[in-house]
């Protein structure tokens, strides 16, 4: 007689499923952005941050990119918490809430994005933009604290390497909107957060703490 497949508990499948967003979400956000980047017309990946792609037109979709990303966020950070680790789950509860915020309050258009803005940077800015960099510069600390909490437990190296790699570009960026180098530099670190991200809540699921 064959034995049965093994299975696991109803709260085992509900924490797995939980983390399967946190897989998930940082290469959803990341597909979604880049092919925007690569097809919207006048957006420049060496001048433009993704958060530009939420103004003109077809902005919405980058709106619901991003909302849906943060939720998924959430949803992978309850899952994380379920693990035990409670202060990486809170941080990574308040980047996924920083994403959804920064969705929902769109950045202004900028730097020639969308077609027929003027050049350079805006003069003023608007309520929503102005929340929209305050949700996201605190989404984005939650982030890189979040890389030093969990790496306590988690992929220790991997997990601080992201924490100061994000770190470094979002301190670039803030401090110089609109350079090529650290405009690129600065994308390069969202990939590796989301990898960082997919790899941790992956570990997880399998139970596999380092």
């Known amino acids: 007689m064959a034995s049965a497949a093994p299975t696991c508990d109803p709260a085992t499948r509900v924490t797995r499923s939980l983390l399967g967003y946190g897989i998930i979400a940082g290469p959803f956000y990341v597909v979604v952005s880049l092919v925007q980047a690569l097809t919207r ?3 420049d990946l060496t001048r433009h941050e993704w958060s530009l792609l939420a103004t003109g037109p077809s902005g919405w979709i980058q709106v619901v990119n991003v909302v849906m990303s943060g ?7 309850a899952g994380v918490r379920r693990t035990g680790l409670k202060w990486g789950s809170v941080l990574l509860a308040g980047y996924g809430i920083g994403l959804v915020c920064a969705g ?5 258009p900028a730097d020639g994005f969308p077609l027929g803005t003027p050049a ?5 800015v608007s309520w929503h933009g102005m929340l929209h960099l305050v949700v996201a510069g605190v989404g984005f600390l939650c982030l890189i604290a979040a890389c030093f909490v969990l790496a306590r437990t988690v992929l220790p190296w991997f997990s601080r390497i992201t924490g100061v790699v994000f770190f470094a570009s979002f301190a670039g960026i803030a401090s110089g909107a609109g350079n090529v180098a650290l405009n690129l530099a600065f994308t390069a670190a969202v990939v590796l957060a989301s990898v960082w991200l997919s790899v941790v ?3 997880l699921y399998r139970g596999e703490a380092r």
């Open 71 to 77: 939720l998924m966020v959430v949803a992978g950070a």
């Open 120 to 124: 350079g940077r805006a003069t003023s």
């Open 41 to 43: 017309p006048g957006f």
């Open 201 to 203: 809540s992956l570990r």
């Open 104 to 108: 929902v309050f769109a950045a202004d």
